[in-house]
């Protein structure tokens, strides 16, 4: 189960995030019992979270925290943070929907959770690579 929390004045469509969450959650076998949190905050937020536990002063678009940095329950998977300012930035960037980035944090995050990983070797990289294009693919279906 996703849960969502909004600390921005910015309205977001969240049902194609639910869905795909849970897409994700019965092709990785999470179980229905894990639970992720998703925080959408603003650039302030964001850059504070990041410089203390990634050790970066700068905004990101998307943090994952496990539960072990969240003091988390048993049936947690985790929190994934969004940045809904820097999600705008990249899409402009990108020249790609909002939705469509929005999405993509989201995903990448949840892999993120699930222990696939892209900065330790390429080998690793890859592999989330291929998750997060075959999760997106199918997110394209339903937003």
Known sequence: MINFK????????????????NHI????NI????????VFVGTGRMRK??????????????????PEAIFAKNNVLGEIVICLREVQKNAKRRDSP???????CLIH????????EHTKNIKDAKIMKAKENQYLEFFKTIS
């Open 6 to 21: 909004n600390l921005t004045e910015k309205e977001i469509a969240l049902d194609p995030l639910i869905r795909i969450g």
């Open 31 to 38: 179980g229905e019992k894990a639970e992720i949190s998703v």
């Open 49 to 66: 979270l990041n410089k203390k536990y990634g050790h970066k002063n700068r905004v990101t678009d998307v943090l994952s925290f496990s």
């Open 25 to 28: 959650s019965e092709n990785e």
């Open 98 to 104: 909002f939705e469509k980035e929005l999405g993509f």
């Open 109 to 116: 995050g949840i892999l993120h959770l699930l222990g696939y």
